[in-house]
Each structure stands twice: as C-alpha cells, then as structure tokens.
C-alpha cells in the first residue's frame, strides 16, 4: 500500500499540473469540440473532478456535500454504471457551466478529497485514490492533444507555447536488434501501480525477429510519399484504401505542403518538418502500409515488451500489429470501475511505449494503450521489425 502522504502529495502535483496545462489558453479555447474525437478542455477539467466525486467522495465522505448535481450528468464519460451522461458529440456546445465554475468545482473537490485523506487512512481509498490519479494523468495527455487539434484546426494556426518541445531528439543510428526464440513472460509483474488490461502474467513463444533500434523518421515518411505511397492500392489493408481515398489522406496528420516543402503544425507554431525527427500523427493504416512498403513489417505488442529494454522509448505511441484483446485469467473489476478497460477490447489496436504528452509517473514497459485504427490525432508513430 502506498502511505497516504506520498499519495496525496501525488493528488495534489497532479491536480496542479492538469491546471497548468490549460494556463496558455484563451477562454474561447475551453469549450471548441472540433471532431466527437476531441474534447474540450473544460470537459477534461470537469470529467477528472467527477471521477474523485463519484468514486471516492460519494461513497466514502460521509460528511461531503455535492458540489452541482448536474455535473454529474455533465462530466460522466462513458459508465452505463453510473447513470445517464451528455452524448459525446455534444460536449463542445455546453457553453455552460462556466470555465469559472469549472474551476470552482476543481477546487472543491482537490480541498475535498484532502480533508478525506487527511483524516482517513485504509487501503481501498488508497487504491482508489492512485486509480483517479492515473485516470486524471491519462487525461492530460487527451487535454494536450485535444488542444492541438483544436488549434490546429484552427486557421490562424494558434501557438500554444514556446516552451513544449515535441521533437526530442532521443534518436540514435539505425540499427537492428535480434531477439532469439523462444518463451518469454508478458505483463505486469511488480506491485507498483498498473491498469487491470496489464494483468494475467503469462508466457508467449516466439519466433526469432528483429527490431529496429529506433523510430522511424520524417525524412524516411517523406520517401514514402514521394515515392506514391498514397497512390499504391496494395500497400494497404481494404478498409484503409477506402479510408485514404474517402478522406483524401496523403500525409500525416498535420503537414501541410507549402511550395516544395513540407512543413507540420506543433504546438509551438507551423515550422518545416523536421527530417531526423521521428514521424507522428499516423494511423495504424499508415503505419501498416508504410511497414509493407519498406518490406518489414509492424511488431506485435509481444514482441515490442521483449525487445524494449534494449531501446529508448517514450517519444511516441508506437503501433503494434496485436490486436487489443484481454490476457489469460484477466479479471474485469467489479462495478463501474469495470468498464475502464475491458469494454473497450473488440475493433482495437495495441500501442506501446509513450508520447512526449505522456505525464511524468504514468508509463511503463507493460502499458497498454488502444485507439481504433484510423486515429491519429495523438502522438502516433511506428518502429519497424521483421
């Protein structure tokens, strides 16, 4: 069990950071829902103070008092459990409540849920507690790429800060690693934090392969392009041909071409892509055509926790070839924490590693993320394996 004071002091570093995401908006950036995708940023602050209220608070604080009984239909995100909520879609036209009230509802519960902790101590609100703090820190990576997309959509193409540097440069000279066959153990396998989907520890054979050392590239996307990527049919699953063509892709989320050159929006402003820089913003479709084109092929999410102690990741959420299934013996929790994970593992695919949006103290080697495969407005990449 983790000891209280650590916990909260992780609650309270949390609730903060969330706050500062949203310090370089404007107020009319707060409530813009571009696509069903993508959720305002006021949303984000309102959903990760109803998962504290509705989780912990309610059930726990004898002595709570209910902020607004309408936010809890306002800021549920998908529990059937729990009750009736705001369709998706339509998050973006609430131009109430307020962002001000927001905050105040922010506040209420931060100071709520420190008076609980302060004076309560028993393993199920720790565990609770770790759970909404994670829960909070997977929405401030949704917050930062929402407000990407937000203002990336916008004409103006809006700076949001000087400061996030989203290319690091983490790469190194491409290499190829071999891995041996044989049987390796999958899954969470200390008692640090993790979510349910990462549980079930069991052994998978496989075959000998090799993975390459690093992400791959702008400049090496920018020759798939030229070279008719877009245009070859047979590079590309059905249902991604019938994608690119419907959408008219022919780059990644975000570039433009302008003259001769390509250039992409960050959240520091438009600029020229950056060629050594790893690509991102890629569907699975894309990065599964581009794996063809290239005569490799995507690794499965097997094989990627195998090899990754050998390589440096979290730049980018990189896609597997597995689909997003549960493991052997997975336990689904009880009540509406069920449906955190295990509703969700039909028509998915499996992402590793991690994002340069990823909060410090929520990523691991065994963390599992999932998006359907025509998504790309997170930070989407993909390493190459055979």
């Known amino acids: 069990m983790v000891l209280t004071d650590s916990l909260l002091d992780f609650f309270l570093e949390t609730r903060a950071h969330t706050e500062h995401l949203c310090a370089p908006l404007e107020i009319e950036d707060y409530v813009v829902q571009p ?134 440069r983490t790469q190194q000279p491409q290499d190829w690693i071999l891995i041996s066959e044989g049987v390796y153990e999958i899954g969470h396998a200390n008692t640090q934090f993790c979510y349910d989907n990462e549980l079930g520890r069991h052994k998978v054979y496989v075959h000998p392969f090799e993975i390459s050392n690093s992400l791959t590239t702008n400049a090496e996307y920018i020759a798939f392009i030229k070279a008719g990527g877009y245009q070859k049919f047979d590079l590309w699953h059905a249902e991604a041909w019938d994608w690119v063509c419907q959408n008219t892709i022919e780059a990644p989320l975000y570039w433009h071409k302008i003259g001769e050159e390509w250039h992409y929006y960050s959240l520091d402003g438009l600029k020229l892509v950056e060629p050594d820089a790893p690509v991102t913003h890629l569907s699975y479709y894309e990065a599964f055509a581009f794996a063809q084109w290239k005569g490799c092929r995507l690794p499965t999410e097997f094989e990627w926790e195998i090899a990754q102690r050998e390589f440096q990741w979290g730049v980018r959420w990189e896609w597997t070839e597995s689909a997003y299934l549960p493991y052997p013996n997975y336990q689904k929790a009880d009540g509406a924490l069920g449906e955190y994970n295990g509703k969700f593992m039909a028509n998915q695919k499996v992402l590793r590693g991690g994002s340069v949006a990823t909060p410090i103290k929520h990523t691991r080697s065994t963390y599992r993320n999932f998006f359907h495969p025509n998504l790309r407005w997170q930070y989407t990449g993909l390493r190459l394996a055979k």
């Open 35 to 168: 696509i069903v995708d993508v959720s305002p940023p006021k949303w984000h602050l309102g959903h990760t103070s109803w998962f504290f209220e509705e989780f912990i608070l309610k059930p726990h604080s004898a002595n709570y008092t209910e902020f607004n009984s309408d936010f809890s239909f306002v800021f549920n995100s998908y529990y059937e459990t729990v009750g009736k909520r705001v369709v998706r879609a339509d998050r973006g036209n609430m131009s109430r409540p307020s962002v001000q009230s927001v905050y105040e509802y922010r506040s209420h519960i931060t100071d709520a849920i420190k008076k609980l902790f302060q004076e309560k101590q028993d393993t199920v609100l720790n565990d609770l507690l770790e759970i909404g703090i994670h829960h909070e820190k997977q929405h401030q990576e949704l917050l930062l790429t929402d407000i990407k997309y937000i203002l990336g959509n916008n004409p103006l193409l809006p700076v949001y800060s000087t400061n996030f540097n989203e290319h690091p």
